[in-house]
């Protein structure tokens, strides 16, 4: 069976997280959901799992309430810690009084760190006056666009590790693009797939392959990203078994059986594949 043609994911996901985000929030509120997103998306990348608020009140150590437009909280090694973010969508750059305002705000508020996000930057000595009060000063192009946290999304969940465990599937994958192995029989493309490291292994000794593949579990989510990649290829499935020392049998699973038997992630599986429309129209062409 001849390799078939892989698509680099190492570099679909370098492209994602260098990825400018030229489009920006148009109003105020659209600003501020914008700032929760991308923090509550951070978080969720870290495992945290807290939840980001926007537009909450909190009370300070002299009783007073203070607005505060983003917040979030979470514990970390028994650590509680606590962020309050000011979004400042203004037209001009920040000036220092508004600075001092969410200064003296933060500092009624005891355990509370504050970043401020302004839009269109800060006036001459407003920033270094945030800073030198322990106030984060970020600008909006500080923050990750949409296109770099897919990618830091992307790179967790599609690639595995060396430590990966197969759950219960196992295949290789190419270090320099993270592709995992595709074959093509008969016009058609399809992903390996095999039940234990040790044949994944087999097969990968057996093939000239070179020191440039390994072999590497996959987890739930990691199986539910394969099938979705395969699906866009508009391939199938082979589950590969080790009949002799250097010789394999593959078999096709169909997609459905696939899911059903083997799948059982929190993520849902489209019941259809989505298939690329550039492989779409080229095998309708062959057609």
């Known amino acids: 069976m001849k390799r078939s043609q892989k698509p680099s994911m190492a570099s679909l996901i370098e492209i994602l997280k260098t990825q400018k985000d030229t489009a920006q929030p148009r109003n105020w509120h659209e600003f501020e959901d914008h700032v929760r997103e991308v923090y509550q998306s951070l978080l969720d990348l870290k495992g945290e799992k807290v939840l980001v608020a926007r537009d909450v009140t909190i009370r300070g150590g002299k009783g007073q309430d203070h607005q505060i437009d983003v917040y979030y909280e979470f514990e970390l090694t028994g650590l509680r810690h606590q962020v309050a973010i000011e979004c400042k969508n203004m037209k001009r750059p920040l000036d220092k009084d508004r600075v001092m305002a969410f200064c003296a705000k933060v500092n009624d508020c005891p355990g509370v760190r504050g ?7 800060y006036q001459s000595g407003a920033r270094q006056f945030a800073e030198d ?21 992307l790179e967790m969940v599609a690639i595995p590790t060396e430590a990966t465990i197969g759950q219960p599937f196992w295949t290789l ?3 320099d693009t993270q592709a995992p192995v595709g074959h093509r029989q008969d016009g058609e493309t399809y992903g390996v797939l095999f039940f234990s490291k040790k044949q994944a292994q087999a097969y990968l000794e057996s093939r000239s392959y070179g020191a440039g593949w390994a072999v590497r579990g996959l987890s739930q989510e990691n199986l539910r990203v394969y099938i979705l990649t395969v699906d866009a290829m508009a391939g199938g499935f082979l589950l590969a078994q080790n009949v002799e020392t250097s010789s394999f049998f593959a078999q096709e699973i169909a997609r459905q059986t696939l899911i059903s038997e083997f799948y059982v992630g929190s993520n849902p ?13 080229s095998r309708s062409d062959r057609g």
Do not use: Q, W, Y
Not at 115 to 121: E, M, N, R
């Open 269 to 281: 599986i489209p019941d259809e594949p989505m298939v690329m429309p550039s492989v779409a129209k």
């Open 133 to 153: 009060n322990g106030i984060t000063a970020l600008v909006l192009s500080d923050l990750p666009s949409i296109g770099k946290l897919l990618g830091m999304r």
């Open 173 to 175: 994958f190419e270090l």
């Open 115 to 121: 970043c401020i996000v302004a839009a269109h930057g």
